[in-house]
């Protein structure tokens, strides 16, 4: 009787998963009248805009997961090694990006470091690259730092800086050399998941005027039939890639966890 | 860890000050310009302090904003707990086979990233007015979902599109707490002769309120501040607050730049507020969960 209800639920359940799933695979795949195709998906690859826009946002994602991983590895480190009564408040911080929804940072942003304000970043466009980008990484901040903070609690950080040091190894070596390949798992599952996001942000490239691909999957959607669908094909493609590779990552970081 | 070399004042200073690019960069991206927004709600053009601001808000365009927002998160959060709790309920006690779980918690990950725009695309492909399953209900069964009140484009389109985020976000959260249900609990109830819905009622479900009620305040938080799947979905008529304030930072659409400071501060102190029960029910609901 409990697994009946059970399977019940359950597919009921899934059955509003997949309709939507299914729904768009479809829609995507009906351009042309004859029958189905992969029209609409030869149009989006083959537009200009797709490629320029996708390439953008792959280019701001792989900017904001090496400057996320400069500026969080050494800090989570730092705060186990020597500050731990720090941790707290870093952890709280690191929450924020959740808690003040990114319309309202990216708001912020626009008031604070407009063209007449003393760091006028929205000036040029790089200096607005620059800002999405230092968005990107507020917004993956609670992402990042968890990830490589669990990373650090299962390496004995103390011991290996201490064998570092006493071997001669400068801060950047200890760094570079010992502490991120011991959380590279870790961090990349970080990594990925900033990707995923990183990839379909809409709001924050939007208000700041950046060719990124959210935008244009919206406008495209705005004015088009059947590319849309195949975009978010694509997008939902991207999104079980990254979730696939973190899975990967964890099942590789539990192996050498076992090994110690 | 004893540190030979450094005296005590030198050290003091030199651990602080390994935390000073993070700071600096939580400072000038995250805290400052969230001030700038809270303390820009309180101030006029010309940078006096008021109160006028907030006051401002008393129109009915903008409280109808935050209306329809509060409706649809709350809807969303409720319903969302409902199935999602429901779907995790029935793969960890309904003795489904292990790997459905996996299966579950795995398309959880997965369906609670997919938001955003590419979301509104695949239901406007499914439940839209050409839609999959919009023609299929209409030639095979002659249902007319427009006839019978039904718009994707419209608040309840909304909930059932940000159902689509919302029930595996609580999938997610739930399941460590079902976990943490002791099978010894069940099984005293059982030998002093409690039914399961007993069981249920007076044992697992007051042990899971806190964890429950918490979640639900994540899932409303997380619905409040989504914006790009209704703009995609609606463009920018549709008035809830994200929206709004999407229009007034385009453009002035409120008359009075100030306002929208004011706008954004609702939305930062609802979120909190919402934020703070979670962390609050989180700490009290791990007592009994660990």
Known sequence: ????????????????????????????????????????????????????????????????????????????????????????????????????????????????YNTSSWLPLTGSSTGTNLLLMFGYVTL???????????????????????????????????????????????????????????????????????????????????????????????????????MALIQLATRFSKHTQAQR | MPEPTAGPLSRLNLNWLGLLPFALFALLFLILPTMKIVVGAFQTPDGSFTLENIYGLNTDSILSAYVVSIQLSLITAALGCLVGFAMAAAVIFGKLPTKVRGGLMTFSGVASNFAGVPLAFAFLATLGPVGLVTIWLRTEFGINLRAMGFNLLSFWGLVVVYLFFQIPLMILMIAPALDGLKREWREAAEILGATTAQYWRMVALPILFPALLGTFALLFANSFGAIATAFALTGPQLNIVPIKLYAQIRGDVLGNPHLGYALAFGMIVITALANGLYIWLRVRSERWLK
Request: aromatic fraction near 14%.
């Open chain 1, 1 to 112: 009787m409990t697994r009946f209800f059970a399977w019940g639920t359950l597919l009921f359940g899934c059955t509003f998963f997949a309709l939507p799933l299914i729904g768009m695979t479809e829609f995507s795949m009906r351009m042309l009248r004859e029958g189905y195709s992969f029209e609409a998906y030869r149009v989006v690859l083959m537009d200009e805009r797709f490629q320029q826009t996708f390439s953008y946002s792959v280019l701001m994602a792989l900017a904001t997961i090496i400057f996320g991983i400069i500026l969080v590895v050494p800090t989570a480190y730092w705060v186990r090694l020597r500050l731990p009564a720090a941790r707290p408040w870093i952890e709280f911080i690191t929450l924020l990006p959740l808690v003040i929804p990114a319309i309202v940072i990216v708001f912020g942003y626009i008031r604070l």
């Open chain 1, 140 to 242: 993956s901040l609670p992402y990042m730092y968890r990830a490589v903070d669990t990373g650090l609690r299962t390496i004995d950080v103390a011991t290996l800086t201490e064998a570092a040091l006493s071997l001669g190894a400068g801060w950047m070596t200890i760094l570079t050399r010992v502490i991120l390949p011991n959380v590279l798992i870790a961090v990349l599952s970080g990594a990925f998941l900033t990707f995923a996001i990183v990839i379909g942000e809409f709001t924050m490239a939007a208000l700041l005027d950046r060719p990124a691909f959210g935008p244009f999957m919206q406008l495209l959607g705005a004015n088009r039939a059947y590319e849309p669908a195949a975009l978010a094909v694509i997008a939902f493609g991207i999104t079980w890639a990254c």
